[in-house]
């Protein structure tokens, strides 16, 4: 439970996994996902991992099946272009408002970061960006299944995420930007358990 109250933790966890050779121009992304009464972490890396240390703090030793790991090089070898595909994605929604010039503050380049609070403002901050990931959604297609605010310490601050879960169908209009999107991830937030997209195919 305080794995999970605390992002920060599981961030720490995950990085702890691999090798300290491990090619750091690979970002770690990872997830929290709930089926049924089971919790499970997903992680999407450059390198293979070690969950050890994480099952026995957070999980159960004497389990059988305790992880596992598979490529990702058949996904990305097979998207392309006008192919439709059921989404999940976690994400911290957020956007800049820049400083009231007249209020006597200096204006910031990008302005303070504030997280979309409301399910439309969520839905649209996604909807509005797909292109830049290489993907189209409509309107009908996905929604926000989940929505949470996460409040953990970070050394002496206190950290606030936004969070949204959206699920539904997309499809990829830029096959090269979508496969970037995939290991790059979506947003902010991605130490704490955001912008993991991950893709399934359609049910026929």
């Not at 911290?92 to 209020?103: F, G, L, T």
């Not at 950290?159 to 096959?175: P, R």
């Not at 979508?178 to 704490?192: E, M, N, P, Q, V």
Request: net charge positive.
């Amino acid at each position: 439970m305080a794995a999970l109250a605390s992002p920060q933790k599981l961030h720490a966890a995950v990085e702890c996994s691999f090798p300290s050779n491990t090619d750091n121009a690979f970002r770690n992304l990872w997830r929290i996902d709930q089926l049924g009464n089971t919790l499970y972490l997903l992680v999407l890396s450059g390198g293979k991992p070690d969950f050890t240390h994480i099952v026995e703090q957070f999980g159960w030793p004497g389990a059988e099946q305790k992880w596992e790991t598979k490529k990702y090089d058949p996904l990305m070898e097979s998207i392309e272009a006008g192919q439709k595909w059921q989404f999940r994605l976690r994400a911290n929604p957020v956007h800049n408002v820049k400083n009231d010039v007249s209020s006597g503050e200096q204006p910031a380049k990008r302005g303070k970061v504030y997280a979309h609070v409301t399910a439309e403002q969520q839905k649209q901050w996604l909807f509005e960006r797909a292109a830049k990931y290489g993907f189209v959604l409509n309107e009908d297609s996905f929604n926000v299944v989940q929505r949470e605010v996460k409040k953990f310490k970070r050394q002496n601050n206190v950290v606030t995420l936004g969070i949204a879960t959206f699920e539904g169908i997309l499809e990829v209009k830029d096959a090269e930007l979508f496969r970037r999107s995939l290991t790059d991830g979506i947003g902010r937030g991605k130490a704490y358990g955001c912008g993991l997209l991950t893709v399934a195919r359609m049910s026929s």
